[in-house]
């Protein structure tokens, strides 16, 4: 199922955005608080898209990925995802990655807001949650801004760099949204 907003659309991700997601995982930036590190080649690469992609032909679906684009210039800005826990705890985890020159421009905002839209009206979630490094205050502050609430802080949960890093947990209920 593909989602749209004002200015982007959310694409459900295939094979034909391996090469853009991959320079986009090798982008400096993206890497210093991304868990799964620089992808050393395509193949890389191609195993962390896998799951999402063959998902789709899945009767209960337990994972979307979306690549994010550019209605008015078409180009590949991103992803974002949503991976759902056990169906009893109507619960999902949020994922985003963008290309650097797209940040501060709110496109992360827009498209986190409809993949939670998405998570709510159409999965029918109780809760989505997120994780990120508690030295990351750009996701931080959009985490903030899209309504969800600090949790709590893991100790060195997440591999990050060759370093153990601590990280936040926030979280957003389908009656605060």
């Not at 400096?28 to 195993?47: C, F, H, M, S």
């Not at 020159?101 to 827009?110: F, K, L, Q, R, V």
């Not at 949960?157 to 009656?175: C, H, M």
Request: overall charge negative; charged content about 30%; glycine content about 8%.
């Amino acid at each position: 199922m593909n989602l749209e907003t004002k200015r982007l659309f959310l694409k459900e991700t295939d094979w034909d955005d391996l090469p853009a997601i991959h320079s986009m995982l090798c982008e400096p930036e993206v890497e210093q608080y991304n868990t799964i590190g620089r992808p050393g080649n395509l193949e890389v690469t191609k195993a962390i898209i896998a799951g999402p992609i063959e998902d789709r032909y899945n009767r209960r679906r337990s994972m979307y990925e979306w690549t994010i684009r550019s209605i008015k210039e078409g180009h590949t800005m991103g992803v974002v995802g949503l991976s759902l826990g056990a169906e009893r705890f109507r619960s999902g985890e949020i994922h985003y990655s963008l290309f650097p020159d797209c940040w501060g421009n709110g496109y992360a905002y827009e498209a986190l807001m409809e993949t939670l839209k998405f998570s709510f009206k159409i999965e029918k979630l109780h809760r989505v949650y997120a994780g990120v490094a508690v030295n990351n205050d750009r996701s931080i502050k959009l985490l903030e801004k899209l309504g969800m609430q600090r949790e709590g802080r893991g100790r060195a949960v997440l591999p990050i760099q060759g370093e153990w890093v601590d990280n936040y947990r926030y979280a957003i209920l389908e009656d605060e949204f």
